[in-house]
């Protein structure tokens, strides 16, 4: 059996006011808990994963790094007096073939000195009209 107050007419305000704080207040937290996550996921997008990568990175360096060196191993010593090897090289020869993969791929450095100060001369009124046209 319900209570006398569920019933009574004069507390339908306050039950229906306490229903749509008591959902609001679902709602919000909600709401707060999908932010959070958000927040979360760029987080560990922005530090976790990168470090991740860059993990599985250097394991793929070292895997092939080894796969190298097994194959120098592999090889007898005729072939390697043929091509001016000895064993004990075998570290440099894969330590040169790092860098220059890693020189193939790092970005080139472009510096345009130049251009930037005619664009500030330009900017600042102080150059000629043929720097003007230039820039």
Known sequence: MWPSYISNPEFAIYRERAVRERNEGIARAGYLAIVGLGRL???????????IEGA???YRAWRDRHAALRELHALDDRLLRDIGLTRADFDG????RD??????????EVVVVAQDVALQAY?????HDEWRQAA
């Open 41 to 51: 996921q760029a987080n560990l997008a922005g530090s976790v994963l990168p470090r």
């Open 56 to 58: 599985i990175g250097a």
């Open 93 to 96: 020869v894969v330590r040169a």
């Open 99 to 108: 860098r220059a993969a890693e020189a193939e791929t790092a970005p080139p």
């Open 123 to 127: 900017a600042a009124g102080r150059c």
